[in-house]
């Protein structure tokens, strides 16, 4: 569902960061600081909004943890900590200082919209076009627009991280030490809580009305005023929720014979992809002599390139259909451009471009 904005798709990274903060609470080294670091830099290099969300998932955690007594003594994690803090501000510290320039020096102000956040409806909003449920399911959707609303994960998986729920319940009531458990509960909770979190400013500003968290995030927490898609920090939920269907099958696993434990997990796979299947939109680039001049570019010497008719935001949906073509193109002489196409723009890119069409 959320196929258009390929830099979503590096959330794995967050749940590499999230093995890697259990593998340094639990073992204190520093070798585990310096990996930590190593992927918190990677994940926030690629996609800024998840690496603040990061951030804010790493902080529930620790807390969590802290709350359910399970956490090492502070003297003991302070090596592994300071390692991971140094070598990660050594990097982002400087590309953060900037980010922070070029907003500032542009004018650059991100607002939000309530449209733009989570609608907890979403999460049995479908892709457009499902296979499965086609567009039955739409009427679900929050605001009734495709972009950032289908999160619909499958009835399977729903299910089966409610069955996830129960079954830390029933283990809470056990000595959780108990090698029959076979389970880290406390990192599971420490998980559902990050993902909670993660929830409540995924919602947004104004959810229902009410003024949510995420009001406060973005007035006082440095880089979330520069958030304006709230609904994609529901991955960090959707990392717990994985959590829990892995705990259920493993619960529902002891309960079978035998011989039908192998075939448990493809069975669930499969009944998973099938729910979220759906077509895969793509856009063809056109190639063909108009490269040429591309490639004339590049022979040049280096100056700045205006491509005519410039398209803005006022353009509409022209607009990236244009201009991320040009910016694709633009690799092959790597000028710098007046064109171009992002979330946001300039202030005055509109009237400048009005200005150079004319």
Not at 160 to 171: C, E, Q
Not at 210 to 227: I, K
Request: charged share 15%; hydrophobic share 50%.
């Amino acid at each position: 569902g959320q196929q258009n904005h390929p830099q979503l798709q590096t959330f794995g990274l967050i749940s590499l960061c999230l093995l890697l903060l259990f593998r340094a609470i639990e073992r204190r080294r520093r070798r585990d600081g310096v990996a930590l670091a190593v992927v918190t830099v990677v994940l926030a290099l690629a996609n800024v909004l998840y690496g603040l969300i990061w951030v804010v998932a790493a902080v529930a955690v620790v807390v969590t943890l802290a709350a359910r007594r399970v956490l090492p003594p502070i003297r003991s994690l302070v090596p592994v900590g300071l390692t991971a803090g140094v070598c990660t501000g050594m990097v982002l510290g400087p590309v953060a200082l900037l980010y922070r320039r070029v907003l500032d020096t542009h004018g650059v102000k991100r607002g939000y919209e309530q449209s733009n956040s989570l609608g907890l409806r979403d999460l049995i909003t479908p892709q457009r076009d499902n296979w499965s449920w086609g567009s039955s399911l739409d009427a679900f959707n929050s605001f009734g627009r495709p972009g950032e609303h289908p999160y619909f994960v499958g009835f399977t998986a729903l299910l089966l991280g409610l069955v996830g729920v129960a079954v830390i319940v029933l283990l809470g009531r056990k000595d959780p030490c108990r090698d029959d458990a076979r389970i880290r509960i406390d990192e599971i909770v420490a998980l559902v809580v990050a993902g909670l979190v993660a929830l409540m400013l995924a919602v947004g500003p104004t959810p229902n009305g009410w003024s949510g968290p995420f009001r406060l995030f973005h007035a006082y927490v440095p880089g979330f005023d520069g958030v304006r898609v709230t609904a994609r920090f529901t991955v960090v939920t959707f990392i717990a929720g994985a959590a829990l269907v892995a705990l259920a099958v493993w619960w529902l696993q002891q309960r079978l014979q035998s011989r039908l434990r192998p075939a448990l997990v493809p069975m669930i796979v499969l009944l998973i992809l099938i729910e979220v299947g759906g077509p895969m939109g793509r856009v063809v680039v056109p190639e063909g002599d108009h490269r040429l001049v591309y490639e004339a570019l590049a022979e040049m010497d280096e100056g700045v390139v205006l491509e005519l008719p410039i398209r803005t935001q006022n353009d509409g949906a022209v607009w990236p259909f244009v201009e991320a073509m040009r910016m694709y193109h633009a690799t092959i002489d790597f000028n710098p451009r007046i064109n171009g196409y992002s979330g946001s723009a300039p202030r005055g890119f509109d009237a400048l471009g009005d200005i150079l069409n004319g």
